[in-house]
């Protein structure tokens, strides 16, 4: 029987060693409930093991393919930059190993459901019918990009968690790089008549960010005790988020890929982003990953190295 290819993980990185144990014990998970497939998995950046490690524990055990799933919610400069150009070093470390690429995780379905159980929990399940959310404003909070695909990404898992559930409404922030911020949001909220918000991080584990989210949260809700704020917990390594990481793994082995590229800013020329369209990419340098240099372009030769499925096209 011919050996599945391998199922490598790319994590962000965190310098929360609770954060980077939970990615650890996830890739671990993995492993164990697929015993057929080989399993590793690596940081960009911040924590050990690197990525270019996790590819040479796979390449020691005999794997020759595998393929590359981006343990992240949204595609931005790691998913499309980082990730495909330290593939590309690893492909020349490693003569003969040949890998796909697969898309980012979110907004899905399945991580929906879990940000729904997230948002009744710190409800005390008291708002689990359209009827008890009638009055419950949620603000979702993403890591936050340069890359305004990332950003609006965020906006359209909001959207989604907004349609059928009976919320007030579902507003976004974010927690660096972009605006609003967490106070501005929930300022935002107030404005738009929230007497009862959850502030709910849009994020897979816990981290040195989730805890700021949560700290601003409280500082907020401290100067405006007129207002009920509550706290949601991070998604976490729930059975929707194992499943559909396999799922992202299926994927990319079969070639079914259906990555978005028509709001890319190194494809179409964004108001304010004009610059960016065809710039190759130059993943920037990170010290942890073994001492080496991300250089070149991702598998399947795009211009500003990410790799869009199994269609090639130049940006």
Known sequence: MTTPPALLIAGHGTRDEAGAAAFRDFVAELARRRPEIPVAGGFIELSPPPLGEAVTELVERGVTRFAAVPLMLVSAGHAKGDIPAALTREKERHPGI????????????????????????????????????????????????????????????????????????????????????VPSGLDRCVRLGARRVVVLPY????????????????????????????????????????????ERYEEAVKGDLRMNCDSCVYRIALPGFEDKVGLPQQPHFHPDDDGHHHGGHGDHGHHHGHSHGSHAHSH
């Open 98 to 181: 040949s890998y796909s690429y697969g898309r980012p995780l979110g907004p899905h379905p399945k991580l929906l459901n879990v940000l729904e159980r997230r948002l009744d929990e710190a409800l005390g399940g008291a708002a689990r019918s359209p009827e008890d959310r009638a009055d419950v404003t949620v603000l979702l909070v993403g890591r936050g990009s340069t890359d305004p695909d990332a950003n609006a990404e965020v906006h359209k898992a909001a959207r989604l968690l907004w349609e059928g559930r009976g919320y007030a409404g579902v507003e976004t922030a974010f927690v660096s790089l972009a605006a609003p911020d």
């Open 203 to 246: 994020f897979l584990f816990t981290g040195i960010l989730p805890d700021r989210v949560r700290q601003q949260t409280e500082g907020w809700a401290a100067a405006h005790p007129d207002v009920e704020v509550h706290s949601a917990d991070v998604i976490g390594p729930e059975e929707e988020l194992l499943d559909l990481v396999m």
